[in-house]
């Protein structure tokens, strides 16, 4: 982007702007025209009526009367002869740098635009602050992609007083996509001055403003949006992700439901859409969306959906995440990798043992991806759990153990542990262990069990 702003949108506002810039380049070429008799076009091709003072070089009596002398004369006539004329006197390390500008001109207007980057960084070279120079080099590298340079001439042209809506519109993509997100914004804001209905320009800032997390800002721009273009997808997409960042989930939700309508909703966004309706307990609708994503296969990362029964099992709705999970072996059926199979098979275990449907046949299930993966402590700890609930402490004790040595599991593993010491009615154990969850990772629903636990434990003293 701009990498949703198609780059042939800004070339061909390159190609507008050569025709009506007050510099020397003009790409407005008619058939039926001889443009070189127009003194208008002469007059901006010479660029030399009015030079700005100190950006651009000056013309002595010498070089004013070779040019309106001899060589305008000539190129009405031979403009093949006047080039050779030109390059003769630009050749000159000493010529005014207006030879150089001019010839490029005329190499671009060949189509030879190599020769005619060569002409530009020429006249740079014998006069760097020559603006107009700058922009037309700065438009030529843009032409050839050559971002970095674009960069380097257009915002040297802007630091000389060059005062272009183009010019400040190419610059805002550039910082855009340098991920220089607060120039990209002042770019914006500086092209807009000058067409403020811009709706590529406007949607630039929008992106601009939103990638800075100012997201109240940015989704009242993108209303602004999409009252003038209710149908453009990536309005309402863009602004659900606004208010996720102002946490109004509800009101992004509202937007992927228009998406939906529209046809127009990607499967990652019917996921977020998922987990928004989980996360308000709206079970049923996200299963919907849910079911729905899953069924986009190809164009969607299965690990999400995955992701989301799990999302439904720490909720609690471990009914809505089987139904999650059988869609995605419908869907995929053997064709999930090792490891996205091994994901499957954890929550399915962990779903039994949510739903106390766990007999000891999982038990060797469990051992198995135990072994696979040591590693996991999700899997360690349902082993932990399974043993501890058939009676084998001791066993369980030693999984809870090697959970709590894998970094990212200690608190769960922790909490875990805690619950089976409370069962065995170690209260003051289960109470050191459960504090030390909370203070790993303080959670609501742990802090709710170790108040009560807590509660149990003045109750056996007393």
């Known amino acids: 982007m701009l990498r949703q702003i198609q780059k042939t949108k800004i070339v061909t506002i390159f190609l507008l702007a050569l025709g009506s810039l007050g510099s020397s380049i003009s790409y407005a070429q008619d058939s039926q025209t001889d443009l ?68 490029a001109n005329m190499y671009y207007q060949g189509g030879q635009l190599q020769q005619a980057v060569q002409s530009y960084e020429d006249a740079i070279s014998k006069h760097k602050d ?45 910082f855009f996509e340098k991920e220089q997100f607060i120039a990209a914004e002042t770019s914006y804001r500086s092209a807009l001055i000058y067409e403020v209905e811009n709706e590529d320009w406007e949607y630039g800032l929008a992106k601009s403003i939103l990638f800075q997390r100012k997201f109240q800002d940015a989704a009242g721009l993108f209303d ?7 149908e453009q997808a990536e309005y309402w997409r863009l602004q659900a992700d606004a208010y996720i960042g102002l946490d109004d989930s509800l009101s992004a939700a ?41 069924q986009q296969k190809g164009r969607l990362n299965v690990e999400k959906p995955i992701t989301a029964a799990a999302t439904l099992i720490e909720a609690g709705f471990v009914d809505a995440a089987s139904e999650v999970l059988a869609e995605i072996d419908k869907t995929y059926g053997g064709s999930l990798d090792s490891k996205l199979s091994f994901e499957v098979r954890k929550l399915k275990a962990k779903i039994q043992a949510e739903s106390g449907q766990a007999s000891a046949s999982i038990i060797p299930v469990l051992e198995e991806m135990a072994a696979q993966n040591p590693l996991d402590g999700d899997v360690l700890i349902l082993l932990a759990d399974y043993y501890s ?50 203070d790993i990772n303080p959670q609501d629903h742990v802090q709710d069990y170790l108040n009560g636990v807590r509660n149990v434990t003045r109750a056996v003293r007393n």
């Open 36 to 103: 070189w008799s127009n003194p208008d076009f002469l007059e901006r091709f010479l660029g030399t009526f009015s030079p700005r003072i100190t950006v651009e070089p000056r013309l002595g009596p010498e070089d004013k009367t070779f040019l309106e002398e001899e060589f305008l004369p000539l190129i009405l006539t031979d403009k093949v002869a006047a080039q050779a004329m030109l390059v003769k006197k630009a050749g000159n390390p000493d010529s005014n740098a207006t030879y150089s500008m001019i010839l």
């Open 130 to 174: 020559f603006v107009r120079a700058h922009e037309n080099l700065g438009f030529l590298y843009f032409q050839l992609e050559n971002e970095e340079k674009t960069l380097e001439h257009f915002t040297t042209a802007v630091k000389l007083g060059a005062v272009d809506k183009n010019i400040y519109a190419i610059l805002a993509y550039l």
């Open 224 to 230: 602004r949006l999409i009252t003038g273009a209710p």
């Open 254 to 294: 509202a937007n992927y439901e228009v998406l939906r309508r529209m046809k127009k909703i990607t499967a990652e966004n019917l996921i977020t859409l998922g987990d928004i309706y989980v996360e308000n307990g709206f079970i049923e609708a996200s299963l919907s969306v849910y079911k729905e994503a899953i």
């Open 389 to 438: 609930t058939a009676g084998n402490f001791e066993k369980a004790e030693f999984l809870y153990e090697r959970a709590q040595n894998i970094g990212m599991f200690e608190g769960k593993a922790l909490f875990h542990y805690g619950k089976a010491l409370v069962a065995q009615e170690k209260y003051r154990e289960a109470l050191r262990a459960l504090e030390r969850a909370q």
